[in-house]
């Protein structure tokens, strides 16, 4: 938990309005939460917190890089990371249907640990589908990519004309 103390930010003694707050995120924070989709992280993290007299405003902001791998070459790139989100901390009782972007602490609360919310807002960010960024604009040489493409299926023509059999299908577009 030494990893995460830092993120405890002690809101009972600041002044109402906003505070700022940085944070370097690297591969070290990811490990924490037991994820290893990343090779390298290189992070910074930005937290304001707007506190008003009875919430708090809290504008997260991350931007840098993180080493994936590529689902179709295996190779590892570095994705760019550009991110904010916004969360509002009420004081009450927690219940399941919360929305979000808002977050119910329990009345008497001096303190809210971030790290949570900063690792949500990273891997949220990611894209679905990983693509190295040379695939995309045909640089990349991989062993991967050449096996996929001489296994990409042909468009077979029987004696030189196309197969009247497609013929049907193709008056449907």
């Known amino acids: 938990m030494n990893v995460l103390k830092e993120y405890t930010l002690p809101f009972v003694g600041l002044k109402d309005g906003k505070h700022e707050f940085t944070f ?10 037991e ?14 917190l ?14 840098g ?9 295996t190779e590892w790139f570095d994705h760019p990371i550009a991110t904010q989100f916004d969360l509002i901390v009420k004081f009450g009782t927690p219940s399941d249907n919360d929305p979000d972007e808002i977050l ?17 807002i990273i891997v949220l960010s990611l894209p679905l589908k990983r693509v190295h960024p040379g695939i995309e604009d045909g640089t990349l040489k991989n062993e991967i990519l050449e096996k996929l493409k001489a296994l990409e299926p042909k468009e077979e023509k ?9 013929n049907k299908l193709k008056d449907l577009l």
């Open 24 to 33: 370097e995120i690297d591969t070290t924070f990811f490990a924490h939460f």
């Open 35 to 48: 994820f290893t989709d990343f090779k390298k992280a290189d992070l910074k993290g930005l937290l304001v």
């Open 50 to 63: 707007d506190k008003k007299p009875a919430f708090l405003e809290l504008h997260f902001e991350v931007e």
């Open 65 to 73: 890089q993180v080493e994936l791998s590529c689902d179709v070459s």
């Open 104 to 120: 119910v602490i329990p009345e008497g609360s001096y303190q809210i640990n971030v790290a949570h919310h900063f690792y949500e």
């Open 158 to 166: 029987l004696n030189g004309q196309e197969d009247p059999r497609w």
